[in-house]
């Protein structure tokens, strides 16, 4: 049985008194004896929300971080210090770091195997562009990030990591993929890990739908078999809106 896993992706937003009030608010309310919650802030005010949600069942995670454990990296961050400073976490590879930061699927790939070391739970993002969907090239792109993001993955690697399926036309935009369109990409994924590792680590990897989820559409993505939780941006940045994405109506 997948476990729910709703994670907030803060982003390049927020100041330090508003990221403790957030993670407070969040911690005191989330239905986390249901689904697992996490929060993912800027890495600056890591150590406050580390601080802020003490004490309960709500995750921590870094948003990005490079592949090495130390060294001349100026403005890096390495997989032990988001481990120091209390993170079980680390979204890796989203569409803003692959397309304005100019991430590869080799990148992406070196930093999972290195969250993976460090005891991080790597969630590693994939997804299309608007153009790539229009143009039939979908299942493709997907195919492509899931095999150059995981390449040289151990089955049992791979058992520890969540994905997160964000088509790159949906995130921001207020455009959510339809429930079906979700499903078919997530169903797709199920099976590229069923026949790149085997049917058990496939039944468990946690499969995450990203892009404008809202507490008014949760629900329903939440309702289809292959998505096991959601990576909500903009939505994350109010408990309220957060807090009905946890515990849809
Ligand atoms: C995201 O950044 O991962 C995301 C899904 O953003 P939003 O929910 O704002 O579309």
Not at 82 to 111: A, P, Y
Not at 118 to 133: F, Y
Request: hydrophobic share 40%; charged share 20%; proline share 4%.
């Amino acid at each position: 049985m997948r476990r729910t896993l709703i994670a907030g992706n803060w982003k390049m937003n927020l100041n330090l008194q508003q990221s403790e009030a957030l993670a407070k608010a969040v911690a005191e309310s989330a239905d986390t004896d249901s689904v697992d919650v996490a929060l993912c802030p800027p890495s600056v005010y890591l150590a406050a929300v580390v601080n802020a949600v003490a004490g309960s069942k709500v995750a921590v995670g870094g948003q990005n971080m490079y592949h090495a454990a130390e060294g001349a990296y100026t403005g890096e961050l390495s997989p032990g210090m988001l481990k120091d400073v209390g993170c079980s976490m680390v979204i890796l590879g989203h569409s803003e770091r692959r397309q304005l930061f100019g991430e590869s699927n080799q990148d992406v790939c070196l930093k999972t195997h290195a969250a993976l070391a460090a005891g991080l739970t790597p969630i590693v993002c994939v997804g299309e562009t608007l153009q790539q969907r229009e143009g039939g090239e979908t299942s493709a792109v997907i195919r492509e990030q899931f095999e150059g993001s995981l390449k040289g993955l151990t089955a049992e690697q791979v058992g520890g990591i969540v994905i997160a399926y964000e088509p790159v036309w949906a995130i921001g935009t207020g455009k959510v993929a339809t429930p079906d369109q979700a499903e078919a990409v997530h169903a797709d994924l199920r099976k590229l890990l069923e026949t790149s590792y085997n049917a058990e680590i496939a039944a468990s990897v946690r499969i995450q739908y990203g892009g404008s989820v809202k507490p008014d559409n949760a629900a329903e993505l939440l309702a289809q078999p292959n998505i096991d939780g959601a990576l909500v941006g903009g939505a994350s940045l109010k408990a309220d809106s957060f807090l009905g994405i946890i515990s849809p109506r």
